[in-house]
């Protein structure tokens, strides 16, 4: 499985996204309790004036998509716009399974 970490500044602006693979297997009928690590946040370049402090500031929004799901049988399953290179990401270790 392939998700991200995605944390918005606001609903339109993007701030950072992560992106994980893990590979436990989730038997049908069952759930599992995925976690990942960061070593640190990554914080793009900004500059701040001191007229920006004094504004308020919307509340960071944070959530998690699931990109690219595989399963035992080798197949995938999309569900958001950067699946593509996420699900071809998974097919050496499907690879590396069956050998």
């Not at 069952?30 to 504004?55: F, H, Y």
Request: aromatic residues 10%; negative net charge; contains cysteine.
């Amino acid at each position: 499985m392939v998700w991200y970490f995605v944390l918005h500044k606001s609903a339109d602006e993007e701030y950072f996204r992560v992106r994980f693979v893990n590979t436990t297997i989730i038997e049908a009928g069952k759930t599992r309790t995925l976690t990942g690590e960061m070593d640190r946040i990554p914080r793009p370049p900004q500059t701040v004036s001191v007229d920006e402090l004094s504004k308020p500031r919307p509340q960071a929004q944070e959530r998690i998509v699931i990109s690219c799901v595989m399963f035992d049988d080798g197949s995938f399953s999309s569900l958001n716009e950067f699946t593509k290179e996420d699900c071809e990401s998974l097919k050496p270790i499907q690879n590396s399974k069956t050998k």
